[in-house]
């Protein structure tokens, strides 16, 4: 962001793709406003030199997005009290909003190319309605859900033959190969993702539910852990273990309860591991999944609170 003076003035009208905000409009200007389409908050000021090279970089990615993402400049020196609930502790720091939560974000003056496909990675939240191609990857994934996992990534392959940078198929194969226990063969799956689909919104989910699986390998017993919780409802390490317990044991809401507790008891714990895991479990549940929703909602009412 450049300095007063330094830069045109951003447009403030409310379906402007760039707008100023304030602590004042702040939950209109973002919270609201992300529950129809993603918005970028970058935190800056004035005397910020980083700043100065990011704020064009940031705005230059959301005016080429074509209005798939909204971004809301916030001036710390005149607007404290968000910044400091978001704990942005150095600037510029950048958070990204989706549906009413924050989802991603980064600290620091990050090159364009970066920057470039961060803001295509949060764009895509929003999704596109797939053509050609979308009754197939639909039908993969109601096989996928009714547990015909083989006759799913039969499909999906089937749909990356005719089309294959088609990202919702190359993430229903990946997720095939994790509903078969077949781990490492996911993640090759994964890595040979070609370079314009290996960010998207589907395969950081994939890359997600791949992760938590090969934690879940190393889950403990649930009751165990849970009679430990129980014997010390302090024991944080006991308590980050049953969440992924219970995700390991499908219990996923559950699991999510599990993490929102930590994060009420001790945010700060491990470094923050359980916002951490909050977010790979976010990210590995679609959009619109309620246990996302709701999770999401929860743990941002803690971090407003």
């Known amino acids: 962001m450049l300095g007063i003076g330094d830069q045109p003035t951003a447009a403030t009208t409310d379906d402007a793709a760039i707008i100023d905000g304030t602590d004042a409009t702040f939950m209109t200007d973002v919270i609201e406003a992300s529950q129809k389409m993603p918005v970028i908050v970058d935190f800056w000021a004035t005397w910020c030199g980083p700043c100065k090279t990011l704020g064009p970089a940031i705005e230059a990615a959301v005016t080429k997005a074509k209005g798939k993402v909204k ?8 607007n404290q009290v968000y910044a400091g609930q978001l704990r942005v502790q150095s ?22 190319s970066q920057v470039d496909e961060f803001v295509t990675k949060i764009a895509a939240l929003a999704g596109e309605e797939d053509e050609g191609l979308s009754a197939a990857v639909e039908a993969a994934e109601t096989m996928l859900a009714e547990g015909d996992v083989a006759g799913a990534a039969e499909t999906f392959a089937a749909v990356l033959q005719e089309e294959p940078e088609n990202a919702p198929a190359y993430s229903g194969l990946v997720r095939s190969y994790i509903a078969l226990g077949d781990l490492d063969q996911a993640e090759a799956v ?97 959009a619109t999944d309620p246990i996302a929703l709701n999770g999401r909602r929860k743990l941002s009412s803690m971090i407003f609170a």
Do not use: C, M
């Not at 971004?71 to 005149?78: F, N, Q, R, S, Y």
């Not at 510029?92 to 090159?111: E, H, I, K, R, S």
């Not at 997600?208 to 889950?219: P, S």
């Open 91 to 112: 600037i510029p720091t950048v958070y990204a909003f989706w549906q009413g939560q924050p989802v991603d974000g980064f600290q620091g003056a990050l090159p364009a």
């Open 190 to 286: 994964l890595n040979g993702a070609t370079a314009s689909i290996a960010k998207s919104a589907e395969l950081d989910a994939a890359h997600a539910q791949l992760q938590l699986a090969r934690e879940a390998a190393d889950a403990g017993p649930v009751a165990e852990l849970q009679a430990k919780v129980e014997a010390d409802p302090d024991d944080h390490a006991a308590r980050f273990d049953l969440a992924t317990a219970l995700h390991a044991n499908g219990q996923v809401a559950e699991g999510v309860d599990q993490l929102l507790e930590l994060f009420r008891r001790d945010r700060e714990w491990n470094d923050g591991a359980a916002k951490t895991q909050l977010f790979k479990v976010f990210d590995a549940l679609t």
């Open 71 to 78: 971004l809301v400049k916030i001036d710390v020196d005149a």
